[in-house]
């Protein structure tokens, strides 16, 4: 388990494809668990150890997931996350060319239990909860092109069926449309940063997540290294 950032009262961790962040009906050791053996093992707690959920990730997904420490962080990162207050960012991998370079997709999702999956519909029906989230272009390889996401509600599965309603599913999503899997079952979706004040202390939080190891991650973070030199000689120009 990789920790990103470790106070009194959050932690914030990187999260494997293939880990689950609570428990389920596969049994599988969650993510949760083993952030509470790390509290208990670390400072050598006695008894119980508190460790609260305050989001999850899908299984398949790469990233940031946040865990509080303290019922007071649990109760205030919840309330944070429902009013808007939390900036998520995250970057996915399409074979696609989006249809705009940037825009904001906003829609309606329903979804069911019986194939774990999510629906996405541009008008309003019974049980389907509003969904909103915006995208621009990153990065472009020969075959791959690179989204940075900005979540505004979060709804199930809500990035990977919201991109594949515009004909860019996410590469290995094999639910919402690609065409073929990753070899190491994940897809190419990473929660990338995360912002917020923090719940108690009051300063500002920013972190963000390393690239993953996989060979297409890290050609993508060549491209934008190599961009980010010319982004500033522009911004020069212009002043």
Known sequence: MEVIYEDNHIIIVNKEP?????????GDEPLVETVRRYIKEKYAKPGNVFCGVVHRLDRPVHGLVVF???SKALERMNRMFRDGEVRKTYRAITRNMPPKPEDRLTGYITSTERNNKSYFWKTPRDGAKTAALSYRLIASSDRYHMLEVNLETGRKHQIRVQLASIGCPIRGDLKYGDKRSNPDGSISLQAHSIEFVHPVSKVPIS??????????????ETILDRKAPESKTETNQQN
């Open 18 to 26: 293939g880990e689950i962040v609570q428990g389920d009906k596969t």
């Open 68 to 70: 509080a420490k303290t």
């Open 207 to 220: 972190v963000t997540a390393p690239t993953p190891p996989e060979p297409l991650w890290q050609a993508f």
